[in-house]
């Protein structure tokens, strides 16, 4: 799913995406141009600098588990596309 980001992404901020990642067990990652990163890895998401208006895609590894999408959409850090 792909997403814009509607506030920086920073320490307190990438905490709560770490947090809300870590609920679940399926592989979530992040990708931002070449990068590819771990959502349950706090310096994977700080290492993304991820910025507003920039677009970045929230990959879910073996499942079509839309409740893992919700989650983070509901931070208000992110809006899909």
Do not use: C, R
């Not at 997403?3 to 992404?9: S, T």
């Not at 901020?13 to 990163?37: D, M, P, R, Y």
């Amino acid at each position: 799913m792909k997403v814009k980001v509607l506030k920086p992404v920073f320490a307190e901020s990438a905490s709560l995406v770490v947090n809300k990642a870590n609920q679940f067990e399926e592989t979530i990652l992040f990708k931002k141009e070449h990068w590819v990163v771990d959502a349950k890895s706090l310096l994977g998401i700080l290492a993304l600098s991820l910025q507003p208006d920039q677009t970045v895609e929230i990959l879910v590894k073996d499942t079509d588990n839309k409740e893992v999408y919700a989650e983070l959409l509901n931070t208000g850090l992110f809006k899909t596309l």
